[in-house]
């Protein structure tokens, strides 16, 4: 049986190696704040007091921090201190599930090469619903052996596992599906809106374009228009589901992925901008299909 | 057995036509240029002289045209001549396919209305293939009535038929979907490049992004990327499918609609301009996926 | 000496007429408002009851109306009632100095080519104050002829008097220039908040840029970061100056405009969907360079 | 007399360096490529064999790199060789010319400040013909002091020396203003579009935009209409001026720097995609006028 070191237990970590623990694994857990551990130790996890220290000796290391800076730091050291690529076993499995730039991950995975070590980035998709429910989505870049060792111990976090390509794949695809997803949204707040100023009954518009060739994830699962779908934020004040904040985040990233190889995106690009004023607004808390409020105002 | 007016047998309309004279409608035809009529009077319908001709003594009128002047045109009169609304019976229904302005499609609803007589405006979607294989989709507007009369009619040249609202409601939702549609196409195409550019392959990419929160009709359906699908126009040059021409009609349709509720629609805005940049460049015969081609060039 | 018929004395009309009156032009004066005339027939004008009334015998005719049906209206005739052309002698120099759609302006002018009579559109720029001050800007469509008869009564009204070209030209002129305008507005807030952002002094970056290839008229006349100038309506809560509504309705006439010739305006047309969005949300009543505070939210 | 040291002497540092010969300052030259340093020395310069003997013994050092990691290098060290500011005296006023990202400018600003050493961050504009003239623009972030010792020596080069703010200023109110640049340039060319769809005359209608609302830098000095202008690139096949792969890089580091901010904006990011495209179609070596050529296809 595997021995899984888990860096890193915020909102999303936190109820990701949990599920390993309910599964039986020997989970050892760090978090530079000691009460994170807490819930985690009182169910059977392991108590590191560094990272290396939960690493050291496991058979894979799960990561899940905030930015590229940390997880660079955690990797490769910094100020000094060593980092897990300097300490860990050749046969250690590295998976970072952190969403972060892909020049970071791909400058980790890249030193871990040197060395013979297996790295994954394997950034997830799902919210902290899919995380407590183990249902989370998990787009992976890395070689073949690595996405094949990491599925054992990605299943039990989620249920859909996809290998996107080399190291980096993984941040690639994510915020290119992320991008995507954000012209989703404002593209069908704005459709929607338009038939609403003429009259149209949202319900309505909404099913017609969901089995046309307007169809999309929003109007499948996740509708801007209050009232139109029970259960979904926009049902609820915007309360809950995938923050604005997040959402410019992700945006962020796919444009310094789009900076970097000179790509055009005029869509992303002003998705962008459009979440920026919105969050800038004080909405940044708010689920992102909040955008829908952009558009409706009456004047 | 009902007897059916056809006005305006171009590229859709005469196979919809025919599909109305072999289910063994009764079918009177006219059309400007006598030759499009040919076809359908070997078929077996009856040929007119005039659209007020094909429509005297007829239960049901289905008229498809190119654009909100010739509607009005045939059913408010214009120059001096009457319209259809001027000599058809109480009891005729009229169905107008064409797509156009929602105020041109309102307005002869209005006179309609005025006169008792019921009047559907029902655009529809699938392109000439569904027009001859009779799997179009029809968006109606009009009343309950109307709309439940028109559907005995519309089922046969077509497997999807909505309503959408009141008068003028099938033109808007149309317009709606047709603009979100423009707004899938680009934000999938710029999202692959974005991949590709990164080294992603864009069938593995394509498949990802359709199963998660990116997924939308495109890339069910119509993937831009050449030869990530087998039988779409992006696999065959961009033949085929529906014309860079017609979008930018659609989105001017949109605009219009945008302009007079003073409607916000930035992204379908901004498709429409790239849309217009593409087609004037010489592409306005292509597919239109074919705006892949704006994002994947190596610079 | 001229004598001139006056129609529509709104908060540009009124100013303007007062102008001519003050000049000792012979005035006659209409509006379907009787107590817009009050002041105008104080200071000397003569109140006429109807458009005719007031057109019969006059040299010239000035009108300034809200939209392109008015001026349909008044030249044409509507409902029935003669039109302006079916009354005005043929010496009879007409100007229209309303803001609206080219093809209005086209239309009535092109009935009054075929009455052999001078017809020139010569929408205005400056706002009340420059209606006021008699420093209006005229941009003028028409023929040689026409622009050189209209100049005299113009120059009374304002400054600069230009002949952007034939029939409807200077609708056009006019509409260019204000989406230009508008473009101008957004890139520079975002262009000045981006740098308040980096923490410089928007007065220190304004002045630079100024002087710079970033230079235009809103650096120049109009910054729309409070208190960098002192006397616009940035600096005093946006009160005052052009109106987002009415910019709002000038990128509409512009977006028709560009949906006739089937031109490409991104800029213009995002410019739109912002202003939209801003005076929707209840703002447009302020002036147009408040489109800042969508930029300038801490978050 | 002051000696200066000058480091790159590509496109824009070689007449730069020109310039402080001809006025006769001592100039010791390094550039990576010996042949670079030639004609400078045939007129004068001292030759030196790295950039750390060029520096030693120099009153004051000008730098003009391609981008921030070149600077870093030169500055901070990179791979274990020391850099200028491990070498040089306290005494030295250390100026970079070079257009970079803010973030490094600030990063070597703060080393320089900790070791008690002037860094003044100098991005010019202006082109090569402005570095042969002798007539650049220089925007400068840094100390009064510093700022103050740098002018001697920068207006030996240039005409206009500007005094941003702190660290890092010179360089974001360059990208600023050229940030705001592309979008006068764009808005311009589809406004002149516009209009030239509409049947009017280009130049006429730069004249009237050019002293109205729409007054921009463009228009006075850059129209990127043909023919309407003799001496700028657009009327001699957008040959010469600012080449469309240098305003990408400069929309980079703006967008960079906005992503850094968390800022909005959408005509700049729109821009920046906008010209991508462009440069992507093979014309990334025209002047940045041409953009208007994206416009003006009859289609």
Same mark, same amino acid.
């Given at each position: 049986?595997?021995?899984?070191?888990?860096?890193?237990?915020?909102?999303?970590?936190?109820?990701?190696?949990?599920?390993?623990?309910?599964?039986?694994?020997?989970?050892?857990?760090?978090?530079?704040?000691?009460?994170?551990?807490?819930?985690?130790?009182?169910?059977?996890?392991?108590?590191?007091?560094?990272?290396?220290?939960?690493?050291?000796?496991?058979?894979?290391?799960?990561?899940?921090?905030?930015?590229?800076?940390?997880?660079?730091?955690?990797?490769?050291?910094?100020?000094?201190?060593?980092?897990?690529?300097?300490?860990?076993?050749?046969?250690?499995?590295?998976?970072?599930?952190?969403?972060?730039?892909?020049?970071?991950?791909?400058?980790?995975?890249?030193?871990?090469?040197?060395?013979?070590? /297996?790295?994954?980035?394997?950034?997830? #998709?799902?919210?902290?619903? +899919? $995380?407590? &429910?183990?249902? !989370?989505?998990?787009?992976? @870049?890395?070689?073949?052996?690595?996405?094949?060792?990491?599925?054992?111990?990605?299943?039990?976090?989620?249920?859909?596992?996809?290998?996107?390509?080399?190291?980096?794949?993984?941040?690639?695809?994510?915020?290119?599906?992320?991008?995507?997803?954000?012209?989703?949204?404002?593209?069908?707040?704005?459709?929607?809106?338009?038939?609403?100023?003429?009259?149209?009954?949202?319900?309505?518009?909404?099913?017609?374009?969901?089995?046309?060739?307007?169809?999309?994830?929003?109007?499948?699962?996740?509708?801007?228009?209050?009232?139109?779908?029970?259960?979904?934020?926009?049902?609820?004040?915007?309360?809950?589901?995938?923050?604005?904040?997040?959402?410019?985040?992700?945006?962020?990233?796919?444009? /310094?992925?789009?900076?970097?190889?000179? #790509?055009?995106?005029?869509? +992303? $690009?002003? &998705?962008?901008? !459009?979440?920026?004023?919105? @969050?800038?607004?004080?909405?940044?808390?708010?689920?992102?299909?909040?955008?829908?409020?952009?558009?409706?105002?009456?004047?």
């Amino acid at each position: 049986m595997n021995t899984v070191a888990f860096i890193g237990l915020g909102h999303m970590g936190q109820p990701m190696a949990l599920n390993l623990v309910k599964a039986g694994v020997t989970v050892k857990v760090f978090d530079l704040v000691p009460e994170a551990m807490a819930e985690l130790t009182e169910q059977g996890a392991l108590m590191a007091t560094s990272a290396c220290g939960a690493a050291a000796g496991a058979d894979v290391v799960v990561s899940m921090l905030p930015a590229g800076r940390h997880v660079r730091g955690l990797y490769l050291g910094q100020e000094g201190q060593p980092g897990l690529l300097d300490v860990v076993a050749k046969e250690t499995l590295l998976i970072d599930c952190s969403t972060i730039d892909a020049k970071s991950a791909s400058e980790v995975a890249k030193v871990a090469a040197s060395k013979g070590i /297996e790295f994954v980035d394997a950034p997830v #998709s799902g919210g902290t619903g +899919g $995380a407590v &429910a183990g249902t !989370l989505t998990f787009i992976c @870049g890395g070689t073949d052996k690595g996405f094949e060792q990491a599925k054992a111990t990605l299943s039990i976090m989620g249920s859909h596992i996809f290998h996107a390509g080399g190291a980096g794949a993984g941040q690639i695809a994510k915020i290119c599906n992320n991008m995507l997803l954000s012209v989703l949204m404002i593209g069908t707040s704005e459709s929607l809106q338009l038939g609403i100023d003429h009259g149209l009954d949202p319900s309505v518009l909404s099913e017609i374009m969901k089995v046309s060739s307007g169809g999309n994830w929003t109007l499948e699962k996740y509708n801007p228009c209050p009232d139109v779908m029970p259960n979904v934020p926009s049902s609820h004040d915007y309360q809950g589901g995938f923050m604005v904040d997040l959402m410019i985040k992700d945006l962020g990233l796919s444009q /310094e992925a789009a900076l970097s190889s000179n #790509s055009s995106t005029p869509m +992303g $690009a002003l &998705a962008r901008s !459009l979440y920026v004023n919105h @969050g800038r607004k004080g909405h940044g808390q708010l689920d992102f299909s909040s955008i829908f409020e952009e558009f409706n105002k009456k004047g």
